[in-house]
């Protein structure tokens, strides 16, 4: 038999049931900076000692702890904060111990209390801890408390702190070479932060490949003229860190960058990880692709999908580490043109080890930096790709349309909100789902109000304020005359856009718009109405939208006393700017197809 090897005993007190912590402390929680991480803990120890904890923290990069006070809540569970201010990785621990005076009061008090007259023993062990040579009841009971004996810690557990608008942003996605190229896309930027976007999303801005380019509608084969697919990357004018000169030049992508910045605006760029037959990396590094045992190259494919345009690196390639350096290296040229916010096309499909060094890479110097996942799988892959590293991701909100599908979503998204962070796009190049088919304009509107209103981060792809919604066949998503295979005459005047500029103003003047975690739905005693309240401190709002983009709906929406509202309030419609009383029970609900009511408390 051995005894423990320790010259001290070990501590005697018990700190379990750390929150906040992702898998054991394996993964950071997500938090935005000018957030508080709040910090619990069940902490105690044997006998009846009375205990002091904190939390201790400090951010990357720093070696002095800052320290919070934990106070106690009640059955040994304990609570307490700390401010996380900047982007980057912040660390923290718990920390307890023993308060040997305050316990050395307590048992004098309660000696007192009970009459008991000879305490000198007690006084002269009381003198000896405060370091008295003498120490009366009285001199005793107020001794300062504070004493720390005994302590213990947790394991240290890491916050992922990234700025606002990896939690909070409107997005809107277009492809510049419709809308006249960088310069053209510039001069609407006083229009874009009118309307108020956040982001301007922008697919692969790179030199296209002129091997197996697309044709209109995904042909095979291209016509005169055609450009070709944008994911295409690479050519003889350069690959990922270089620009598609029909777009511009580099110095005009940099001016974009800086104005859209004066204006409140981000533009994000496509980062996606493969080349066209063209792209300088397939001569200068062929080992970097994968190849059948006759020496072709593979393109890529996603059955029945084939994309003869394009070949996937080889993440298994014996040069595995020169290729992970080259697209690190890609990011941080970016990031050195005044890119910031990254949307990186199908992550899932690529290591995520990868990722996760990458990302710790590049925040590592730029803590700034936002990726967005475009990661429509598994949910397990969706969150094990946020907990490597990525701020956003795309989520199943599109095919999510009925009730109790979206009450299933949300309920999945707040299950995952310590790590995971929805971007809610109603529609993309690649998806119009049937909804948006059969439902025409009353269901655009629909759909933009639960985009916007549901979760801080939602965007719409260009033609989405249009009601574009022609598939190119029956049954499919994908649509007719598809932008990503032709150049389209674009322009900013869609009529559905003063509905945007209402929702992103709405959401802007509204915190409560600003979370995901703090929605409650409401009973409406009618499928097709959806309704749900927001609420953060005294700002309070109540969306009610009509499912139905062919009918008139009429229900209730129940506000539950639990609510804290009064009897009777005034609403004010965010949509309609009209007010109304609201109250405490049912309220009756007529909205036209794909109408909505957002409601504000007026306190």
Known sequence: MSLPKTTKPPPRIQILEVRPQVDCGRHPVKR????RVEVTARIFRDGHDALGAAVRYRRAGTTRWQEAPLEPRGNDHWSGSFLVDTPGTWSFRVEAWTDRIASYQDEIRRKVEGGQQDLASELAEGAALVGRPSLTAQEALAAPAGDR??????????????RELARFGSWYELFPRSWGGFEGVRALLPDF??????????????????????????????????PGSPWAIGSEQGGHDAIDPALGTLAEFERLVADAKEHGIEIAIDFAIQCSPDHPWLKEHPEWFNRRPDGTLKYAENPP???????????????WKGLWAALRDIVLTWVERGVTVFRVDNPHTKPVPFWEWMIREVRRQHPDVIFLAEAFTRPAMMTTLAKA??????????????????????GQLLEWKEIYRPNVFANTPDILHEYLQHGGRAAFEARLVLAATLSPTYGIYSGFENAENVPVREGSEEYLDSEKYEVKRRSLDGPLLPLVATLNRARRENPALQRLDDVAFLETENDQLFAYRKQIGDNDVICVVNLDPSATQRGVCVLPASTGLPPAYRVRDLILDEEWTWHVGRNFVELAPGKSHLLKVVR
């Not at 935005?32 to 957030?35: K, Q």
């Not at 004996?149 to 990234?162: C, R």
């Not at 590293?389 to 949300?410: D, H, I, P, V």
């Open 389 to 410: 590293g990525f701020a956003q991701s795309y989520t199943y909100f599109t095919w999510k349309n009925t009730r109790w599908e979206l009450l299933e979503f949300m």
């Open 32 to 35: 935005v900076a000018g957030e």
């Open 149 to 162: 004996s005994g302590t213990a810690s947790s394991e240290v557990y890491e916050v992922d702190v990234d």
């Open 305 to 319: 999908k084939r994309y003869q345009d394009i070949y996937n690196v080889n993440f298994e390639s014996e040069d």
């Open 193 to 226: 932060a009118e309307l108020g976007f956040d982001v301007l999303y922008l697919p692969p801005i790179h030199p296209i490949g002129h091997t197996n380019r697309k044709g209109r509608n995904n042909a095979l084969v291209a016509g005169p003229g055609d």
